[in-house]
């Protein structure tokens, strides 16, 4: 079956799934976890072959371990279905209820989005929490993995399928691609598909939002901020700076500059120093920092760079104001945290900083779909659309507005003896 006609069948299935009900998609999900616990031997077996082969190509250690699915992964994975099982179902729920006049009742309801292509990195984990998180929203997939997972991605996408199609999901709701040929093939098809979610490097996110006319919700960048303000407690100050940055460096949510308030400059930077050199991190000061501890000087480009590597770049500001002025400018509107003693500060941080999550007295690695309670994630946007931040079940709907009428029609309400609307606000659910 070519791409195309992959993502017609998911837009057909698509269309029916959004009329599943919530039992029949917990069924599923049921159903899901069960046969991946009974395939465990053949799925290990495969990415073993996967290892194997990317151990020939000399992947590095990090992305090898980052492949490796074994029988710990895959109770892992089946925790995490079950755990989305017990979340509400985000579609259908009545947002909003008006009544226009007496027997015309406008509903504003959730609904699935569609079809929502998912290219993600060599982690088989994530197929499984993608597709199902899809799954549970009411949306046909068509996912991506990477090519060092193509064997143990196979055989995941396989079982997902025929178990859900068994307990009664469309056929076809869930494609799985597998070249880069077809990735470049989907992006073309906006008719077909309703939403792109890329993740992986900033040089590819940046390629599929150049290159296709489909929504895309992802971030290019995690140029992320800690603030030390002049209010903070420096033992606090020092323990979220150190885990923001070097908590797990190659991430998105890791802090890339620190900045730190010029009236505590000179007492809290060599405990920066210290602290950074025993994790091995290299700082980056400008002037100010540099004539407080002996730094590398930073340039303008270290501003705007996303190291995602034992790197932090360190900036003396003048208070709070010009602390948010450089994130605003410098940021990439993903995390950015201050921490202060301060609430009129704090909150004044959180009211201006643009950016998708705005953290007070604790770590940038926080800002996370899982450790958000959201069931895991699909991914992080920065974009201004219908979702911002981590990504869970709730980012995978819209709405659609339902109105029920009792025969009015529009010429009613016009002219000089027109009807009024009584436009009063409704406290209940949508029901036929």
């Known amino acids: 079956m070519s791409i195309a006609e992959t993502a017609i069948t998911a837009k057909s299935a698509s269309i029916q799934l959004a009329a599943v009900a919530t039992e029949v998609k917990n069924g599923a999900l049921a159903e899901i976890a069960k046969a991946l616990k009974e395939r ?180 290019a960048d995690g140029i992320c901020h800690v603030y030390v303000d002049g209010d903070a407690n420096s033992d606090m100050a020092l323990k979220i700076a150190v885990d923001s940055k070097c908590q797990y460096v190659a991430v998105c949510n890791t802090a890339e500059t620190l900045l730190v308030d010029g009236k505590i400059a000179e007492a809290f930077l060599p405990k920066v120093k210290d602290a ?13 920092t540099a004539s407080v501890i002996d730094v590398k000087a930073a340039t303008e480009d270290d501003w705007a760079t996303e190291y995602l590597e034992k790197i932090i770049s360190v900036r003396v500001v003048d208070g709070l104001d010009e602390a948010i002025g450089h994130i605003n400018k410098y940021g990439s509107g993903h995390t950015d945290a201050i921490v202060t003693n301060n609430k009129a500060k704090a909150e004044k941080f959180m009211s201006l900083v643009d950016s998708a999550d705005v953290l007070w007295n604790c770590s940038t690695r926080f800002s996370d779909g899982f450790r958000y309670g959201l069931g895991a994630e699909v991914g992080i946007s920065t974009n201004k659309i219908h979702a911002r931040g981590p990504v869970g079940l709730e980012g995978l709907v819209i709405y659609k507005w339902k109105l029920i009428g009792s025969g009015q029609t529009v010429a009613e309400y016009s002219g000089s003896d027109a009807k009024k609307f009584t436009h009063k606000k409704l406290d209940k659910n949508f029901e036929m």
Not at 276 to 288: A, D, H, S, T
């Open 40 to 219: 465990a031997g053949d799925i290990v077996s495969a990415n073993k072959e996967d290892l194997a082969a990317a151990e020939k190509d000399n992947l590095s250690a990090a992305l090898l371990k980052r492949l490796k699915f074994d029988e710990g992964k895959i109770a892992d994975v089946c925790a995490g279905i079950e755990s989305l099982i017990k979340l509400d179902d985000p579609a259908g729920k009545t947002i909003d209820a008006t009544e226009l006049d007496e027997g015309l009742e406008l509903y504003k309801v959730s609904c699935p989005i569609g079809v929502i292509g998912v290219v993600f990195e060599s982690r088989p984990d994530a197929l499984v929490q993608i597709s199902t998180l899809c799954l549970k929203s009411g949306n046909a997939a068509l996912l991506k993995g990477g090519k060092e997972a193509e064997k143990t991605n196979r055989i995941l996408a396989e079982t997902i399928s025929v178990a859900s199609e068994k307990s009664g999901l469309p056929k076809g709701w869930l494609g799985l691609l597998e070249t880069r040929g077809e990735v470049a093939e989907m992006l073309g098809l906006d008719d077909y598909i309703d939403l792109m979610i890329p993740r992986g490097s900033n040089e590819f996110v940046r390629y599929i939002m150049d290159n296709t006319n489909i929504p895309v919700l992802g971030h």
């Open 276 to 288: 950074f050199e025993k994790e091995g991190v290299e700082i980056r000061g400008c002037e100010k």
